[in-house]
């Protein structure tokens, strides 16, 4: 795989580090554990700069967690290339992943708002319309009665019409033509030509199909967005991810707190055990591990020292760093990962929704179909029935069904989809997921559990394995490392009673020791057992390593006691998955920052498609993008920071609901429940709801093939043509149906 410019040296180091933790056991011992460090990330952030992901809507949940009096004083520096008011025409909207970035600012409130408004105003003008008047035999006539209509009509349009109006003009600008589109010309058609034939040509008017068009259409955008979660916050909590403030020693070798953004190229700067790394540098001094985690998806912490890189957001563990700052601003690793998703998400905007299409095209067939009614009509002279021919023609191309079509499938499908235990955030993509035919899974926390687990327990002659691990147990209680952790959980298991521990010592870089029942008893790494001649089992200890495992030593007074070995367990749920996709004929693909011979191991067992290992955030998303190729559908799945760029690429990104909030809010579905089993649940759902949708949208246009040639006055010879009146009831039959056909949106 290629590298950037900006990580040259990242492969490498972590290729290094990788055999040292599988050949020299990871010399792993107490580091900080991140998960408490994470839990601070939200909290250490009292001056977080707005970011503007997107202007376009209001109702989004900006960032203003800086105070008042502070008065954003920082926003004059450049955020450490975090920030910088990231992208202002960041048009991602998770709701459509695009389609109907035309809520235009409008809130779920406010359609709901505009909504009941019009649907009151519609009494009085459905009461005052000739139409409903002649259907139901009735007459109303009274001074300004027509001038009362046409008011009344005249603020539904403006303000019901308002949120179509304002997203047809984006369509237009874009060039899209979509739902907005077709809406927006129904109702300008109707307004303006019931506007026309009521004080100026002869003619019926259509404002009771102008009112009702509207009140339909707000009522389904309403539907719509109270089913679908709000916009992505996915770049506010990668900003999240960096600190604020750093240690910098200065030329007299002093420690003094500066602000991250005041840090520059050469700077020096001093990372205490637990902190996080604030920028990317060169370590000159200290020895500690890293947990690199949640960037780089290196499952087991790395082991730093002195000029070896560190990566601005990982966590340093129990060493004291000294690191020369290298990258600042933009140029970080952070800061890139960043971008990838900001380019990754507005590609992704652009995706117009199975109901846009639908609509794309019925715009295209009304304005044909009007303009040849029109200048069909105009050959007999009569100027007022060709124009009235073409309204009707360009009215009912946009049927009232149309805007409940999809809103009543999607309304269904996301109360299904919660019952399952999937929150939908993207509309768009999880139409489409009945496409996918390759899934790329993340390894860490995603097709396993992201905690190590003892595999393999290995005693010498004349120890037994309760005795071996009893020992490790008893030892390892001290450490806070994931290792220990693995140990720990299973001692536990197993119900082992603790020995007595005394003299806890950590030797840096090598393991541990500590007197237990009066003896000596060391827990290390293959290299110390080298340095001291102590013999091994190599053709197990290799054996073991092969397969990506983490193996530890256990000495008692420097006799070799046996070896365990530790690998990160893989999820059950994670077998059935696999499976069944092989079964479908879906390919499944791992890839993973984490070593090729942990991945390797992880996959054979598994019997995945193909596996991608020691791959950074830049190259998992370009290896998306790869896939993509030759136009196969691609779903990306992962949990960490180092997954969002790709989780973004893909045509559908799946984030475990473990996971971090980067790659949550950058995902389009994500599985509440943390079982990928849940993933073959989001492919059902989404085959069901595109059958659905397809059906109601016949429903609601498939008429259309009959209706816009009897509006456009093809068989009035005979007798036949299409009144208002007709054509109303056939909407509402056609709405009804549509509404009873989502309802039926079932998954086994």
Same mark, same amino acid.
């Given at each position: 795989?290629?590298?950037?410019?900006?990580?040259?040296?990242?492969?490498?180091?972590?290729?290094?580090? +990788?055999?040292? +933790?599988?050949?020299?056991?990871?010399?792993?011992?107490?580091?900080?554990?991140?998960?408490?460090?994470?839990?601070?990330?939200?909290?250490?952030?009292?001056?977080?700069?707005?970011?503007?992901?997107?202007?376009?809507?209001?109702?989004?949940?900006?960032?203003?967690?800086?105070?008042?009096?502070?008065?954003?004083?920082?926003?004059?520096?450049?955020?450490?290339?975090?920030?910088?008011?990231?992208?202002?025409?960041?048009?991602?909207?998770? =709701?459509?992943?695009?389609?109907?970035?035309?809520?235009?600012?409008?809130?779920?409130?406010?359609?709901?708002?505009?909504?009941?408004?019009?649907?009151?105003?519609?009494?009085?003008?459905?009461?005052?319309?000739?139409?409903?008047?002649?259907?139901?035999?009735?007459?109303?006539?009274?001074?300004?009665?027509?001038?009362?209509?046409?008011?009344?009509?005249?603020?539904?349009?403006?303000?019901?019409?308002?949120?179509?109006?304002?997203?047809?003009?984006?369509?237009?600008?874009?060039?899209?033509?979509?739902?907005?589109?077709?809406?927006?010309?129904?109702?300008?058609?109707?307004?303006?030509?019931?506007?026309?034939?009521?004080?100026?040509?002869?003619?019926?008017?259509?404002?009771?199909?102008?009112?009702?068009?509207?009140?339909?259409?707000?009522?389904?955008?309403?539907?719509?967005?109270?089913?679908?979660?709000?916009?992505?916050?996915?770049?506010?909590? %990668?900003?999240?991810?960096?600190?604020? =403030?750093?240690?910098?020693?200065?030329?007299?070798?002093?420690?003094?707190?500066?602000?991250?953004?005041?840090?520059?190229?050469?700077?020096?700067?001093?990372?205490?055990?637990?902190?996080?790394?604030? %920028?990317?540098?060169?370590?000159?001094?200290?020895?500690?591990?890293?947990?690199?985690?949640?960037?780089?998806?290196?499952?087991?912490?790395?082991?730093?020292?002195?000029?070896?890189?560190?990566?601005?957001?990982?966590?340093?563990?129990?060493?004291?760093?000294?690191?020369?700052?290298?990258?600042?601003?933009?140029?970080?690793?952070?800061?890139?990962?960043?971008?990838?998703?900001?380019?990754?998400?507005?590609?992704?905007?652009?995706?117009?929704?199975?109901?846009?299409?639908?609509?794309?095209?019925?715009?295209?067939?009304?304005?044909?179909?009007?303009?040849?009614?029109?200048?069909?009509?105009?050959?007999?002279?009569?100027?007022?029935?060709?124009?009235?021919?073409?309204?009707?023609?360009?009215?009912?191309?946009?049927?009232?069904?149309?805007?409940?079509?999809?809103?009543?499938?999607?309304?269904?499908?996301?109360?299904?989809?919660?019952?399952?235990?999937?929150?939908?955030?993207?509309?768009?993509?999880?139409?489409?997921?009945?496409?996918?035919?390759?899934?790329?899974?993340?390894?860490?926390?995603?097709?396993?559990?992201?905690?190590?687990?003892?595999?393999?327990?290995?005693?010498?002659?004349?120890?037994?394995?309760?005795?071996?691990?009893?020992?490790?147990?008893?030892?390892?209680?001290?450490?806070?490392?994931?290792?220990?952790?693995?140990?720990?959980?299973?001692?536990?298991?197993?119900? %082992?009673?603790?020995?007595?521990?005394?003299?806890?010592?950590?030797?840096?870089?090598?393991?541990?020791?500590?007197?237990?029942?009066?003896?000596?008893?060391?827990?290390?790494?293959?290299?110390?057992?080298?340095?001291?001649?102590?013999?091994?089992?190599?053709?197990?200890?290799?054996?073991?390593?092969?397969?990506?495992?983490?193996?530890?030593?256990?000495?008692?007074?420097?006799?070799?006691?046996?070896?365990?070995?530790?690998?990160?367990?893989?999820?059950?749920?994670?077998?059935?998955?696999?499976?069944?996709?092989?079964?479908?004929?879906?390919?499944?693909?791992?890839?993973?920052?984490?070593?090729?011979?942990?991945?390797?191991?992880?996959?054979?067992?598994?019997?995945?498609?193909?596996?991608?290992?020691?791959?950074?955030?830049?190259?998992?998303?370009?290896?998306?993008?790869?896939?993509?190729?030759?136009?196969?559908?691609?779903?990306?799945?992962?949990?960490?920071?180092?997954?969002?760029?790709?989780?973004?690429?893909?045509?559908?990104?799946?984030?475990?609901?473990?996971?971090?909030?980067?790659?949550?809010?950058?995902?389009?579905?994500?599985?509440?429940?943390?079982?990928?089993?849940?993933?073959?649940?989001?492919?059902?759902?989404?085959?069901?709801?595109?059958?659905?949708?397809?059906?109601?949208?016949?429903?609601?246009?498939?008429?259309?093939?009959?209706?816009?040639?009897?509006?456009?006055?093809? %068989?009035?010879?005979?007798?036949?043509?299409?009144?208002?009146?007709?054509?109303?009831?056939?909407?509402?039959?056609?709405?009804?149906?549509?509404?009873?056909?989502?309802?039926?949106?079932?998954?086994?």
């Amino acid at each position: 795989m290629g590298n950037s410019n900006n990580h040259g040296n990242e492969v490498n180091y972590q290729k290094q580090t +990788h055999n040292h +933790h599988v050949h020299e056991g990871n010399n792993h011992h107490n580091h900080s554990d991140h998960e408490l460090a994470m839990n601070g990330v939200h909290n250490n952030h009292n001056h977080i700069e707005q970011v503007h992901l997107s202007e376009q809507h209001n109702h989004r949940e900006h960032i203003h967690t800086s105070q008042d009096k502070h008065e954003h004083h920082h926003q004059k520096h450049d955020h450490s290339g975090h920030s910088q008011n990231i992208d202002k025409g960041h048009n991602h909207h998770s =709701e459509h992943g695009g389609g109907h970035d035309k809520h235009h600012g409008h809130s779920i409130g406010d359609f709901k708002k505009r909504f009941w408004v019009s649907l009151v105003l519609t009494i009085p003008i459905s009461y005052l319309s000739m139409m409903i008047q002649m259907l139901f035999g009735y007459h109303v006539d009274f001074p300004g009665d027509t001038f009362l209509l046409f008011l009344l009509s005249t603020i539904v349009f403006f303000y019901g019409g308002k949120p179509f109006l304002l997203g047809a003009w984006s369509e237009i600008k874009d060039k899209v033509p979509g739902m907005m589109l077709l809406i927006s010309l129904a109702i300008v058609t109707a307004y303006v030509y019931s506007t026309l034939t009521a004080f100026f040509i002869e003619g019926s008017d259509f404002y009771f199909e102008l009112a009702t068009l509207i009140v339909i259409m707000l009522l389904g955008h309403w539907i719509e967005m109270k089913s679908i979660m709000g916009a992505s916050k996915a770049l506010e909590e %990668l900003i999240k991810l960096m600190p604020k =403030e750093a240690h910098k020693i200065d030329t007299s070798g002093n420690i003094i707190e500066v602000s991250v953004e005041d840090l520059k190229q050469g700077d020096q700067i001093l990372v205490k055990p637990g902190e996080k790394i604030p %920028l990317d540098g060169m370590i000159f001094e200290g020895h500690s591990t890293v947990d690199e985690s949640m960037l780089t998806g290196e499952s087991v912490p790395i082991e730093k020292t002195i000029g070896m890189e560190a990566i601005g957001g990982s966590i340093n563990g129990e060493g004291v760093l000294k690191i020369n700052v290298q990258k600042t601003g933009s140029d970080t690793y952070l800061a890139q990962v960043i971008q990838l998703v900001s380019d990754a998400e507005k590609t992704k905007s652009k995706a117009q929704g199975f109901a846009d299409t639908a609509a794309k095209w019925l715009f295209y067939v009304a304005v044909v179909a009007g303009v040849l009614t029109f200048a069909y009509w105009m050959t007999t002279g009569d100027t007022d029935f060709a124009l009235e021919r073409m309204v009707t023609v360009l009215i009912i191309a946009c049927p009232h069904a149309l805007g409940l079509a999809t809103p009543l499938v999607t309304s269904r499908s996301t109360s299904i989809a919660a019952k399952k235990g999937l929150l939908i955030r993207n509309r768009t993509a999880f139409e489409s997921a009945f496409r996918i035919n390759r899934i790329v899974f993340d390894k860490t926390g995603t097709l396993t559990e992201g905690n190590f687990g003892v595999t393999d327990i290995h005693p010498t002659s004349g120890v037994s394995e309760e005795e071996l691990l009893k020992l490790a147990y008893s030892v390892e209680t001290q450490s806070e490392h994931p290792i220990a952790h693995g140990i720990v959980k299973e001692g536990k298991k197993r119900n %082992l009673d603790l020995y007595e521990v005394k003299d806890y010592k950590n030797l840096t870089g090598k393991g541990l020791v500590a007197q237990v029942n009066g003896a000596e008893i060391a827990i290390v790494s293959p290299g110390v057992l080298r340095e001291k001649n102590i013999p091994f089992d190599t053709e197990t200890y290799e054996t073991l390593a092969q397969q990506g495992k983490t193996v530890i030593f256990v000495l008692k007074e420097n006799a070799l006691q046996g070896m365990i070995a530790l690998a990160d367990i893989i999820r059950e749920s994670s077998y059935q998955i696999i499976k069944e996709l092989n079964r479908l004929g879906i390919e499944s693909i791992m890839m993973t920052g984490d070593n090729n011979r942990v991945a390797q191991y992880v996959g054979e067992k598994l019997g995945m498609t193909k596996v991608i290992a020691e791959v950074l955030p830049h190259e998992k998303s370009s290896n998306v993008k790869v896939l993509k190729e030759d136009g196969m559908k691609v779903a990306m799945v992962g949990d960490g920071v180092n997954d969002a760029p790709a989780l973004a690429e893909a045509d559908l990104g799946i984030a475990i609901g473990t996971g971090t909030d980067v790659a949550i809010e950058t995902a389009d579905v994500v599985l509440v429940n943390s079982k990928p089993v849940d993933i073959l649940n989001t492919l059902k759902l989404s085959r069901a709801s595109h059958r659905k949708m397809v059906q109601n949208l016949w429903w609601a246009a498939g008429y259309n093939i009959l209706a816009i040639p009897l509006a456009a006055g093809f %068989l009035i010879n005979v007798g036949i043509v299409i009144t208002p009146a007709i054509g109303a009831v056939v909407m509402s039959l056609s709405t009804i149906i549509a509404s009873i056909n989502a309802q039926l949106l079932r998954i086994d």
